[in-house]
């Protein structure tokens, strides 16, 4: 599922080139070193404010012509701006679930011992092996 909000950003003016983002529909706030990272980061605070909610749940983004700049939080803190910013929330949340887990597996002492001498990284093969079994490699 795909969703665009529109953001405000404003551009502070500092040697750092900080950008502050306000993302009106969920009430979120973020900030960036330049746009292009301020971009990002409004799509990860939107992507995690929406990660647990139903499809259905979502709010849908107010049109760029609804939002008032002067509404912002920063709106005084320097140049403001306001843009479109789209989240594939399927692949957000395809991304937060891929991240590592823990697991413990069982090997005899002797097989263990072999794979620290080798300075074999089991957990490695152990993905490898799964992968392989799953047919996905």
């Keep these: ?51 647990s909610k139903k499809d259905s749940d979502v709010p849908e983004g107010k ?17 403001t701006f306001v843009s479109l910013v789209d989240v594939d929330l399927d692949a957000f949340r395809r991304q937060k679930k891929s991240r590592s887990v823990r697991r413990n597996i069982t090997l005899p002492q002797w097989l263990d011992d072999m794979a620290s001498a080798a300075k074999l990284n089991v957990s490695a093969i152990a993905q490898g092996a799964l992968k392989k079994e799953l047919g996905i490699m």
């Design 1 to 51: 599922m795909n969703v665009v909000f529109p953001a405000v950003f404003t551009e502070t003016g500092c040697k750092k080139g900080e950008v502050l983002v306000y993302i009106p529909d969920i009430n979120g706030m973020t900030e960036g070193n330049g746009i292009a990272d301020a971009i990002e980061m409004a799509k990860d605070y939107i992507g995690n404010a929406l990660f």
């Design 63 to 79: 049109k760029i012509g609804e939002i008032d700049l002067k509404a912002s939080p920063f709106f005084e803190d320097g140049k």
